[in-house]
């Protein structure tokens, strides 16, 4: 006698407990078994500098100066590369300093430079002794940094008196840096128009980074405490000519930053960018050379050295640095299937409609690089150029599929032409438009007109309308990296993925938009 089979419902019921078993089973023994832990899958964030300087030489000698970062526990430089045609490059080592010097004969006008290194920075947070007394001697490398400068003060009658009157002549280290830090950190910030010296940014009572800097600098040698100046940058994505400096102070054998500027005590933030020690000047050059220079920033997560060391298995973070391919890349493939199951509960649960079943997924995976907003103009964009060619070229009566190839060609002028105009104007972030999928964003645009054209302008927009706005929910999902972090550590987490896309392929239940739709016959009164 031929046993009965299981139900159609409880075969999917065991699928669907055998995936969650799998996935459990995988977690349980990564993070107890292997020492998995989320904090150590967190991404960090690694920017790419270029020095981008611009000169004419006008046919004679030039020569150029900067200062390059070196590693310490705070910032680990790697992948240096000078471009510098027709220019002899060299650096050495002045005290603390890795000084750069380009120069060359017979130089000719519309001279570029170019200097690029990636940096991997890291926060430093110090704990300042409570009841620390000022030291009454200092190693002979120290003792300098206790002497006046040419622009900082250190004996004028005017900070020393200024010094007594905040108190910061007297107590422990920690209870005079805190008072001199107060003092600075309340002087009104100014625009950077010159060198501003330690007095008269105490006299003005306002000051930029430089002159509050040296201020610090001033009050701290006079109260005891070895203290120096630091330049370097802030790190943002985007192009820049501005500078930072700050200060280190010098505490129990340690240099410890503080930035009055921007409300750093005893820390550096991970996005500053040592460059150099010392009241320098950032670059130096010949003169009457139309000089120009700008700071171009981009930044990438990479993965953290815990996770390549602790991750010994699955460790997707370790294949793709292997490849050669970048964390962005990883995020897209992690996540699009979980943008597919967002798709999938809109369409069958609540019932809206989209252009395709995956491509608000495939849209939101582009506006990754763009962000929401650019992400919603860029496809706008894209669609109404193409419905206007597609309206142009029917009258040409051509196939389907060659069709199909010219509008990919129009998506891709349209999408070049966009990110042109934007870094003009300085929208970078819709500069990156480009990193839209080309042959998706012509699949939508060709889906929208055909859609307008056969079923009207009314059902186009409420298709486009759907589309945008799971594209939204998909962007809204897929960008946190916080599930990224979860689906990196642990990516068997997608077989979750699939066992809810088994559930929703039974789904039998009235969709939410048709609740609205036929509100009255459902919720009428049963007839008497």
Request: glycine share 8%; aromatic share 10%.
């Amino acid at each position: 006698m031929q046993k009965p089979s299981l139900s159609h419902a409880k075969k999917l019921l065991l699928t669907a407990a055998l995936l969650l078993a799998t996935v459990g089973g995988m977690v349980l023994y990564k993070v107890q078994a292997l020492g998995y832990s989320l904090r150590d899958t967190l991404p960090l964030t690694s920017y790419h500098v270029t020095y981008a300087l611009d000169f004419d030489g006008h046919g004679e000698d030039v020569r150029v100066r900067t200062f390059l970062p070196a590693t310490d526990a705070h910032q680990q430089i790697s992948q240096e590369e000078n471009q510098a045609t027709g220019l002899h490059f060299n650096q050495r080592l002045e005290g603390l300093n890795r000084v750069a010097t380009w120069a060359g004969a017979d130089v000719p006008d519309g001279t570029r430079l170019r200097y690029s290194f990636t940096v991997l920075p890291s926060r430093l947070q110090f704990q300042l002794p409570a009841q620390l007394p000022v030291p009454e001697s200092y190693p002979a490398s120290v003792s300098p940094f206790l002497r006046p400068e040419k622009e900082i003060q250190v004996d004028a009658p005017e900070l020393t008196a200024t010094l007594a009157r905040i108190g910061g002549d007297r107590g422990s280290v920690q209870e005079r840096l805190r008072r001199i830090y107060a003092l600075t950190s309340e002087l009104k910030p100014r625009p950077f128009k010159g060198t501003t010296d330690a007095l008269t940014a105490l006299r003005l009572g306002e000051a930029s980074c430089n002159g509050k800097s040296r201020l610090f600098v001033g009050l701290a040698r006079a109260a005891g405490i070895p203290a120096r100046l630091v330049g370097g940058l802030i790190l943002e994505p985007g192009a820049k000519k501005t500078s930072h400096q700050w200060v280190e102070a010098y505490v129990a054998g340690h240099w410890v930053p503080f930035c009055p500027t921007n409300g750093h005590f005893a820390e550096l933030p991970e996005r500053y960018l040592t460059l150099y020690y010392g009241d320098e000047a950032l670059f130096r050059h010949s003169s009457d050379i139309n000089f120009n220079y700008r700071f171009e920033v981009a930044s990438q997560l990479v993965p953290s050295p815990k996770a390549k060391a602790s991750f010994k298995i699955f460790n997707v973070w370790a294949l793709f640095e292997r490849m050669g391919l970048s964390f962005s890349l990883l995020r897209t493939l992690l996540m699009l299937p979980v943008g597919a199951l967002i798709v999938v509960l809109f369409r069958n649960v609540i019932g809206l409609p989209t252009f395709g079943t995956f491509l608000p997924a495939l849209i939101a995976a582009g506006a990754g690089e763009t962000g929401a907003l650019w992400g919603f103009v860029g496809v706008l964009l894209v669609v109404v150029v193409v419905s206007l060619v597609r309206w142009g070229i029917q009258r040409l009566e051509l196939l389907h599929s060659p069709t199909l190839a010219i509008l990919l060609t129009v998506v891709t002028l349209a999408l070049l032409g966009t990110s042109l105009l934007a870094e003009r104007f300085g929208l970078m972030a819709l500069a990156h438009v480009t990193f839209f999928p080309i042959a998706v964003l012509a699949i939508t645009a060709e889906r929208f007109y055909l859609s307008f054209t056969e079923q009207g302008t009314k059902t186009a927009m409420k298709e486009l309308g759907g589309t945008l706005l799971v594209m939204l929910a998909c962007f809204l999902v897929m960008n946190s990296l916080a599930l990224q972090v979860l689906l990196i550590g642990f990516p068997e987490i997608l077989l979750l993925v699939v066992a809810a896309n088994i559930y929703l392929g039974r789904w039998v239940g009235v969709r939410l938009m048709e609740y609205r739709r036929f509100r009255r016959l459902l919720f009428q009164g049963s007839p008497q």
